[in-house]
C-alpha cells in the first residue's frame, strides 16, 4: 500500500471509531503493517495538523468536526456504493428508488474517466423481485414521521386478516426482498412489534410526539431481539 492511501485508510478508521479509541496494533493489523510504521504515520498525520488526540499505548481518536477534501475513491468503493445503489434503486419505495438512481449518476459524474467502466460497465448487480408487496403507507411520511418522532395510527390487519387499530411510536423501517416492516412501539400492546406495510388499511400521522431519544428505542428493541433469538 502506497503511505498517501495508508495514511488516508487511518483517517478513515479513525473516523468509524466513534467510541473508543484505536491502538496502534488495532490500526496494523488492518493496515497489514508494522506498528512502528503506524506511530510514524500518526506523527506524520498530526504534524500535519490533523485533530488526532492520543499516545502510545492508549489509543487514539480523531476529533470529531475535522473534515478532508474530496478524495478519490477507490474502484471496490465505488462498486460498493453502486451495488447498494442499486438494491435501493430495485427494492426501495419510489423517493429511495430516486435518490438511489440520482446518486449512481452522481458518483458518475465526479469519477475520473479511466474510472467510468466500473459504472457503465459494473460487474455486480442487485436484480428485483418480481413479487415485491405494495406499500399501503406513504414511505416518505412514514420516514419523516421516525425522524421527528410522530406517533402514527394505523388500521391493521395481522397475518388471518383480523383488523386492529393502533397507535404506535415508529422507530425504523427494515427493507427486506420483497416487503417493508415498521419497527415499533405499540400503544396497545406496551411492547415492540413490527407492522409490515402492505397489511396497512388506513393510516394517521399524529401530531402527538413520542419521548425520544430513537437510539435509546432501538437499543431496547435490538436487545429484546437478541434475547428471544438466542438459544
Not at 42 to 51: G, K, S
Not at 160 to 165: A, C, F, R, T, Y
Request: proline content about 5%; some cysteine.
Amino acid at each position: 500500500m502506497r503511505r498517501s492511501d495508508r495514511l488516508f485508510q487511518i483517517i478513515q478508521i479513525l473516523r468509524r471509531a466513534t467510541r473508543h479509541p484505536i491502538t496502534a496494533h488495532e490500526l496494523a493489523e488492518e493496515l497489514e503493517t508494522s506498528v512502528r510504521t503506524v506511530y510514524r504515520d500518526i506523527a506524520d498525520l498530526m504534524a500535519q495538523r490533523v485533530p488526532i488526540r492520543g499516545e502510545a499505548g492508549m489509543g487514539y481518536v480523531l476529533e470529531s468536526g475535522y473534515d478532508m477534501p474530496p478524495l478519490m475513491l477507490t474502484s471496490e468503493e465505488i462498486e460498493a456504493a453502486l451495488l447498494g445503489a442499486q438494491w435501493v434503486a430495485n427494492q426501495g419505495d419510489a423517493a429511495l428508488a430516486g435518490a438511489a438512481k440520482d446518486l449512481i449518476s452522481k458518483i458518475g459524474a465526479v469519477i475520473p474517466e479511466e474510472m467510468q467502466t466500473v459504472i457503465l460497465e459494473p460487474i455486480t448487480m442487485a436484480p428485483g423481485w418480481s413479487n415485491k408487496k405494495s406499500d399501503n403507507i406513504d414511505m416518505k411520511q412514514l420516514r419523516f414521521a421516525i425522524r421527528n418522532r410522530h406517533k402514527l395510527k394505523l388500521d391493521y390487519r395481522d397475518e388471518h386478516d383480523n383488523p386492529s387499530s393502533r397507535v404506535i411510536w415508529p422507530i425504523a423501517v427494515a427493507y427486506f426482498e420483497t416487503v417493508r416492516l415498521i419497527v415499533a412501539w405499540c400503544e396497545k400492546r406496551e411492547d415492540f412489534r413490527h407492522f409490515r406495510t402492505d397489511r396497512i388499511k388506513e393510516w394517521e400521522l399524529q401530531d402527538d410526539l413520542f419521548p425520544g431519544p430513537l437510539a435509546r428505542l432501538r437499543n431496547e428493541w435490538w436487545e429484546q431481539q437478541k434475547c428471544e433469538q438466542a438459544p
